[in-house]
C-alpha cells in the first residue's frame, strides 16, 4: 500500500523529474543557462505561454480544444494598440477593453460548440481564421508601433515589465522576477484554484469524463462549456496584453502557430486529450520544460527549423505516452 | 440420425466473469422448418444468436451445421448462417447491390475494378427469387425500413445461407411491411431455408412457426408443437407465458413494513412526449410503484420526461402539489427528483471521477460558499454515505470505475440519498447485479420508501417487480396497458399486458 502511494506520486511528478533533467542538460553544455539574466529571460518568455496554457487546460479537460488562442492575442494586441495610441484612450480601459473583446470571442466559442454543436477543432479554427482577418483589417497589415514609448502610462507599465532588471537593481532589493512572470504566477494560482478549491473544476473533470452522466448528474453542460470557452478567451486576452508589453508594437501577424505550441505544453504536461484527466501542476512543469527547452536551444545554437521538428517531436511524444498508458489500462 | 436437422445446439453453457448468460441451452432446427424462440428479457436470447454467429464463443457445449461438429463459429455465413438483427448492418450511402456484395464484392476480369454490372444483375436476381421489387441501385438510405431488410434478407439468400435467425424483426415494421416480410419468410420456407423467428409478439410466432421453442434465465425449458386452430391458440398463449415466467418465486425479498402514506409525490396526467402516449398515474410517499413491460415499451422514456433529460409535448407533471416542467435534469434535481439510469456506466456513475466526487456532484452548488467547495463536508457527506450503505472501497479517493457493479449502484444511489431527493426513480436497479448485492438494493429501497421517499422502478425481472413493488403500471409500445393492486400480481397478467394482449378476464375492467 505504502509503496504504491509513493509509486503513485511518482508517477504523477515524473514531468517534474524530465524537467530537471532537462535543465541538468542545457547547464552541462551551456553554463551560462543557469545565469540569472538567462533565467529571468526565460521566465519573462514563458510568461505568456503559461497564462493561455490555463485556459486551455480548461478546454482540454472537457475534451475540447481551442484553436483560436494564436488569433484572439493577436486581436487583443491591434485593438489595445489602436484604442490607445489612434484613439488615445486611456491605458486601463484599452486594456479591459480589448480583454472582455477576447472573452465574448470565447462565449463565441463556447456558443458554436454548446449550442450549435459544431466540433470544437472546426468551430475555433473558423475563429481561428475569422479574427486573424479582423487583426489583419483593423491594422491593415501594417504594426502599429510606439505602444512602449509613445504611450505615457503603458510606456511606463511595459518599460517596467521589460526592464525590471535595472529597475530593482537599482532599487536594491529582491525583486528579480518580471511582472510578465508575476502575473503568470497568478494565473496559474486563480487556475489551481478553480480546478481544485471551486465546484467549477469538479464539474470539468466530471464533463471530461462522461458528458451524458454529467448532465444527469445536475451539471448543466452546456453553460459550463461556455464558461470554459470564455475563460479560454479570457485567458488568451490576458496574454496577448503581456505580449504588447513585451514586443513594444502590435504586429496583426503575432502569435500566428501560438496555440499548438500552447496545446503541446499542456499535453505534455499530463493533460488527456481525451478530457477527463490531469493537472495543473503538470501543466506548470509543461510550460517550464517547452520554455526552457527553446531557450536552451537558442543558446546552443539550434537552428529555428530544427527547433521545429524538435518540438512536433516533443507533442507526438507527449500524446503517445499518454495513449500508450491508457491502451496498456484497457487490456 | 433419424431427423434432417441443419443446426443443432447442443448444451450450450457461456459465462462471463460473475455472470452465467446461458447455462444449458438445447436446440434443434429441422430443414425448412420456422422455429419460434421466445424468452423474456435477459432470458439468453442474444448471446444464444450470437453463439451462433460467432460474436461469442460458447464455455462449453457442441455446435453442429449439418451433422458436422463446430465448439466455435467462425464466419457463420461460410457455414450457411445468416443473422437478420434488429439494427440493420447496412450502409446507407450505397445501393441496394453494393450493399448486397459489401466485404466480397464481384470483381472485373482484371481482378482491380469492381464489376458494378454483374453485383447489379446477381442483386436484381435475389430479389426476383424473394418476389420483391427494388431497384439494385437505389441508395439502401433512400429505401423504406422494410425494404433495408429486404435488402439484408436477399443478401443471405444471395450467399446461400440455409439458416436465417431473425431477432425481432417485426419490431421496426409498420404493418403492411410485416405482412410483406411473412410472405418473403414462408416463401423462404418452401424454399427449403431453414428460420429461427424470435419475438415478443407472440400471434407472430403463432402465425409463422411449426414449433416453440421456451427458454428462460440460459436454460431450455420446452419445445411445443404450433397448433394454428384459432380456438386453441389462446390456451396455449397462456402455457407458453408459464413456460416463459413459471419459475417459482424462491429470491427472498427483504421485508418491507408497510409505509405507504396518502400524500402523492409526483402525478402524472394525460403525459405524452419522448414516443409515449397518453400516460397517467401517481406515487405515494412511502411507495414503490412498478413500471413493468418489455424493452422497448417506454417505460425508461418517460422516466427521461419526469426527469427533464427529453421534452414533454403535453399533459400535466405535479409534483408535491404543483406542476412542474423540467428542462434539464438539473432542475427536476432541485425539485427532488432523482434518476438512476439503467446503463449505470454510460449515464450513471462518473466512472473516472472518484467516489467523492460522485457523491456530492449534485449538491456541489449547496456544500459551497460562493464557489468554494466546504471540503470537510464534501468528505463527509462521502465517509457517511459509504458507512451508511456499506459501499465496498478501500477509500472515498478511489475512482468509481474500479468498483464492482453493485458497489458502482451503490454510489449512485449514495449521491441520490445525499442530494435528498423526494422521488427516486431506478431504471434496472438490478441489471448485471450479482444475487448478493441484488439484496442488498432491494434493502436500501425499502430504507428509503421506508423514510417517506416515492420509489418509481423500473424492471424487466418479473420476480423483481413483483417482489418489490406495491402497485404496477405495465406499458407496451409506449401506452398504459394497465394497472394492478398488490392483490391483482399476476406474472401471467402482466406478462400478456406487457406483450400487448389484454387478458379475458381483464377486459371488462379496461
Known sequence: ?331 | MSEDYVLELEHIRKEYPGVIALKDVTLQLRRGEILGLIGENGAGKSTLIKCCSGAVIPTSGKIKINGKEFTRMTPAAENGIAIIYQEFNNVGELSAAENMFLGRPILKKNGIVIDRKAMEEEAAKAFEQLNIKINPRTLVKNLSVGYQQMVEIAKAIQQNAQVLIMDEPSAPLTTNEVESMFKVVELLKSKGVSIIYISHRLEEIFRLSDRIEVIRDGEYVDTLITDKDPATIPNQVDDLIKLMVGREMTQKYPPRKPCVRDEVVIELDHVFGNGDEDISFKVHAGEVLGLGGLVGAGRTEIAQVIFGSRPKESGRIIFMGREINPKAPREAIDYGIALLPEDRKRHGALLTNSIKNNISMPIYERISKGTVIDSKTEKHTAERYREDIQIKCPSIHQLVKNLSGGNQQKVILAKWLAAQSKLTIFDEPTRGIDVGAKFEIYKLINDLVENGVAVLMISSEMEELIGMSDRIVVLAEGKMMGELQKDEFNADTIMSYASGVIPESKKEAV
Open chain 1, 1 to 331: 500500500m505504502q509503496e504504491n502511494k509513493f509509486a503513485a506520486i511518482f508517477k504523477q511528478n515524473a514531468i517534474w523529474l524530465v524537467f530537471v533533467v532537462e535543465i541538468a542538460i542545457f547547464a552541462y553544455f551551456n553554463p551560462k543557462f543557469l545565469s540569472i539574466p538567462n533565467i529571468v529571460n526565460i521566465s519573462r518568455q514563458v510568461s505568456y505561454y503559461g497564462i493561455a496554457s490555463i485556459g486551455m487546460t480548461f478546454v482540454i479537460l472537457i475534451a475540447g480544444i481551442d484553436l483560436s488562442i494564436g488569433s484572439i492575442i493577436a486581436l487583443v494586441n491591434v485593438v489595445c494598440a489602436y484604442l490607445m495610441m489612434n484613439m488615445h484612450w486611456n491605458m486601463w480601459l484599452a486594456i479591459i477593453v480589448s480583454i472582455l473583446m477576447a472573452i465574448l470571442i470565447g462565449i463565441l466559442n463556447g456558443w458554436m460548440v454548446a449550442s450549435i454543436g459544431i466540433p470544437a477543432i472546426i468551430a475555433t479554427f473558423a475563429s481561428q481564421t475569422i479574427f486573424r482577418g479582423c487583426a489583419y483589417l483593423l491594422s491593415g497589415g501594417l504594426p502599429i508601433p510606439g505602444v512602449v514609448l509613445e504611450h505615457p502610462t503603458f510606456g511606463f507599465f511595459a518599460r517596467w515589465a521589460l526592464n525590471r532588471w535595472e529597475i530593482f537593481k537599482s532599487m536594491g532589493t529582491v525583486g528579480l522576477i518580471p511582472i510578465c512572470a508575476i502575473i503568470m504566477v497568478i494565473c496559474f494560482a486563480v487556475g489551481s484554484f478553480i480546478l481544485n478549491k471551486s465546484y467549477f473544476g469538479r464539474y470539468f473533470y466530471a464533463i471530461g469524463g462522461n458528458e451524458e452522466a454529467s448532465e444527469l448528474s445536475g451539471i448543466r453542460v452546456n453553460k459550463m462549456k461556455y464558461l470554459i470557452y470564455a475563460l479560454s478567451g479570457f485567458f488568451a486576452g490576458l496574454a496577448g496584453i503581456v505580449l504588447l508589453s513585451r514586443s513594444g508594437s502590435a504586429q496583426s501577424t503575432a502569435a500566428i502557430g501560438f496555440e499548438f505550441e500552447v496545446i503541446t505544453c499542456v499535453v505534455l504536461g499530463g493533460v488527456s486529450v481525451a478530457g477527463g484527466i490531469g493537472r495543473m501542476s503538470g501543466v506548470i512543469a509543461g510550460v517550464l520544460i517547452i520554455g526552457s527547452l527553446k531557450s536552451g536551444m537558442i543558446m546552443m545554437n539550434v537552428s529555428e527549423y530544427t527547433q521545429m521538428v524538435v518540438q512536433g517531436l516533443v507533442l507526438a511524444v507527449a500524446v503517445g505516452i499518454d495513449c500508450f498508458s491508457k491502451k496498456r489500462q484497457a487490456s
